[in-house]
């Protein structure tokens, strides 16, 4: 399984970005997709997760109300919509794959697949 994450930019605060991040393989329905993000300096951190079928969402606090994550499983891709960004946003962002529920995924220790990483630079 290979995940490969685009989108990101530099952008300023207020402004909207989103990424993407398309699947190999033909088990993508099987994963728990979420959203992991890490700035320098500080620990990678959980951002939203979404079910295998895309039905439930979760987010972090950090997050809530400004970020959407989604995914079509016909197109083995998870999306990441950031709408009213804020300077600590700024951050390489990572798509992870899990076969465990994406509310488990707001710990990074259970992440089977990793993306290579986005960069979003959010200016002031």
């Known amino acids: 399984v290979q995940l490969q994450a685009s989108g990101g930019g530099l952008v300023q605060a207020g402004d909207s970005l989103a990424l993407s991040c398309v699947v190999s393989g033909r088990t993508f329905s099987s994963y728990s997709m979420a959203w992991f993000r890490q700035a320098p300096g500080k620990e990678r951190e959980f951002v939203a997760a979404?079910?295998?079928?895309?039905?439930?969402?979760y987010y972090a606090d950090s997050v809530q109300g400004r970020f959407t994550v989604s995914r079509d499983n016909a197109k083995n891709t998870v999306y990441l919509q950031m709408n009213s960004l804020k300077p600590e946003d700024t951050a390489v962002y990572y798509c992870?794959?899990?076969?465990?529920?994406?509310?488990?995924?707001?710990?990074?220790?259970?992440?089977?697949?990793w993306g290579k990483g986005t960069q979003v630079t959010v200016s002031s």
């Open positions: 979404v079910t295998r079928s895309g039905g439930l969402t």
């Open positions: 992870a794959a899990s076969i465990t529920t994406a509310q488990g995924m707001v710990s990074h220790s259970v992440v089977n697949y």
